[in-house]
């Protein structure tokens, strides 16, 4: 079985902003309290002259999906870069999961809204940005390649994170009209957010006397052809040889499970044959899981982040779901990703 003396990577901090808090803490806490901030948006309306509904966050002043991100991404930063001795003074590697180029975000405009945070961070930090667009499953992708580069000594610490928005005329127009908008069976609620996780090496959090908030058990990505949106048929392969993968690398039973189902019929049949794929003795409960797209909505490229960060953050406040969650998502490019922590006890 795995345990803290076997793994070598862990998160020593988190950060947030959300439609539901400015804050890691005020997000998971609302979470937990079953809060949700899915309401009507405040001017746009559907083909059927309905207010589209929305998680946002109201206190954001950009228009555009660009000025949304950026401010999502500063306030989940500024919430973990305290977590970060000496940040000012060192180099500092911050690998942002983004939404995959469209034609709606070109792989350009992505690659400005790194610059517009990266120079925004200068008197804080001094960063280097790593854009990773994968989409839903961003985080997940960034955390494995963290932890690859830690392993390997290539790095000790490094922030990794992800930023989106749905809360765009286009994106929201373009939802209703394929009917995957909230007022339909099959729709989700589109949200907002960002999620920041410091992560370093055993050897980094010793000698900076850090608290490892969790430790890194396994972390695993996966494609699946079958994507949505195509004439294929998804059977849950890849998704399922991801959690097979993430909980057998743990060696431990999962505790509990932090998904990104949101209503989306695809999502929810891939679910229904991923976990026929895996053995039941590698969990718990292989139903037990939260999918908070009911509280802050659908967060895309800050999902990975987001849910890593909630059994953390319930963790610490003394709501554990267990030592070992887990967190799996997908992109809609096909990637998926899952991850298994390690939960240490709280101090008395």
């Not at 292989?286 to 963790?315: C, E, K, Q, R, S």
């Amino acid at each position: 079985m795995s345990g803290p003396g076997t793994m070598n990577v862990c998160i020593v901090g988190v950060g947030a902003r959300t439609a539901l808090g400015l804050t890691a803490a005020s997000s998971a806490a609302a979470v937990r309290a079953g809060i949700t901030r899915i309401a009507e948006h405040p001017y746009m309306v559907d083909a059927k002259g309905e207010p589209f509904m929305v998680a946002m966050d109201s206190t954001l002043e950009g228009a555009t999906r660009r000025d949304r991100m950026v401010g999502l991404a500063l306030g989940a930063l500024d919430d973990v870069l305290p977590s970060i001795p000496h940040a000012r003074t060192m180099p500092l590697s911050i690998m942002i999961g983004l939404p995959e180029a469209s034609e709606s975000l070109s792989t350009a405009e992505l690659s400005r809204v790194c610059q517009r945070i990266g120079s925004a961070l200068l008197d804080r930090c001094q960063p280097q940005i790593t854009a990773v667009a994968e989409g839903q499953a961003a985080v997940v992708v960034a955390l494995q390649r963290a932890v690859e580069a830690i392993t390997a000594r290539r790095l000790e610490c490094c922030i990794v994170g992800g930023v989106d928005s749905w809360i765009d005329p286009d994106l929201l127009e373009g939802l209703d009209a394929r009917g995957r908008s909230l007022g339909n069976r099959w729709g989700f609620a589109p949200g907002e957010g960002a999620a920041m996780l410091a992560v370093c090496s055993a050897t980094f959090a010793r000698q900076a006397r850090l608290r490892p908030l969790a430790w890194i058990a396994s972390v695993v990505t996966t494609h699946e052809p079958n994507r949505m949106h195509t004439e294929t048929i998804c059977v849950g392969e890849a998704l399922g040889l991801a959690l097979r993968e993430a909980a057998g690398q743990a060696g431990t039973r999962v505790t509990k499970q932090f998904c990104d189902i949101d209503g989306d019929r695809y999502r929810e049949h891939e679910f229904s044959f991923a976990i026929l794929r895996v053995p039941a003795t590698a969990f718990v409960d292989a139903v037990d899981y939260v999918a908070p797209a009911t509280n802050w909505g659908n967060t895309g490229a800050a999902t990975g982040g987001l849910l890593t960060i909630l059994p953390i953050m319930h963790h610490q406040r003394g709501h554990s779901s267990g030592a070992w969650p887990m967190v799996w998502c997908g992109s809609e490019n096909g990637r998926r990703g899952a991850l298994v922590l390690h939960l240490e006890p709280t101090a008395a």
